[in-house]
């Protein structure tokens, strides 16, 4: 099956502890894209990657951190430093720059 | 600064009843507008697009309208159904050229079909 998977469903981080979230895609997309959702919020980017070993900031990047060493991985580390993490992550891939992003089932992440 | 507005909030309708879903966006420049239907708990699933040529899109039961001049957008539902159920997020893509699609996203209609 092609498609976008994330690991894990549900998340729990402690305080001060950072955690990774995996997303993988096999649909030999180029860009690929971090959101977080909050409720009663649009979606808002938080790092995006149109090429492998090259990854842009969007607009919420503090206190998060990502890596692209493989076409077919993005994964996104929610540090320390990420006061509020609590929230809907979901990653998403696209052919090119301007084609329709294709998003993967989530991650929730929360704080004990 | 780009936004766009999505209304109602939320709605409830009869299994079987036609819907309409408002989008107003002030995206500037404006490439396309994308309707994407969100279920609960999972990820946005593309239903529509269109370009700043197109007036109607349809998909199904789904139908997409644009009016670039006054810059809004609607999605009606036909004769809805029990799965229809969910959140849907129009998104308007703001970067023509280049870089990766600057996308900026409503918050989404709460659509809700009982019996």
């Known amino acids: 099956d092609g498609g976008i998977t994330q690991s894990p469903k549900y998340l729990f981080r402690k305080e001060g502890q950072n955690v990774t979230l995996s997303c993988e895609q096999n649909l030999n997309h180029d860009a690929m894209y971090w959101y977080r959702q909050d409720p009663g919020q649009g979606l808002r980017l938080i790092y995006y990657?149109?090429?492998?070993?090259?990854?842009q900031k969007g607009d919420i990047a503090e206190g998060y951190s990502v890596s692209r060493e493989k076409k077919e991985s993005f994964p996104l580390t929610v540090t320390s430093a990420q006061k509020n993490p609590t929230a809907f992550y979901l990653c998403?891939?696209?052919?090119?720059?301007?084609?329709?992003?294709?998003f993967g089932p989530g991650t929730r992440l929360l704080v004990l | 600064k780009n936004q766009v507005e999505q209304s109602p909030q939320s709605l409830i309708i009869l299994e079987g009843k036609n819907c309409t879903l408002q989008?107003?966006?002030?995206?500037?420049?404006?490439?396309?507008l994308r309707w994407y239907k969100q279920d609960t708990g999972r990820g946005p699933v593309s239903l529509t697009i269109m370009t700043f040529s197109e007036n109607t899109k349809s998909n199904g039961r789904y139908t997409a309208t644009l009016d670039a001049d006054t810059k809004q957008s609607s999605l009606h539902i036909t004769a809805s159904q029990l799965s229809d159920s969910a959140s849907y997020i129009c998104v308007v893509s703001g970067v023509l050229t280049g870089t990766a699609s600057k996308l900026t996203f409503g918050t989404g209609t709460r659509l809700q079909v009982t019996l």
């Open positions: 998403a891939s696209s052919i090119g720059a301007q084609e329709t992003q294709y």
């Open positions: 990657s149109q090429i492998v070993n090259d990854f």
């Open positions: 989008c107003n966006y002030t995206v500037s420049p404006f490439s396309n």
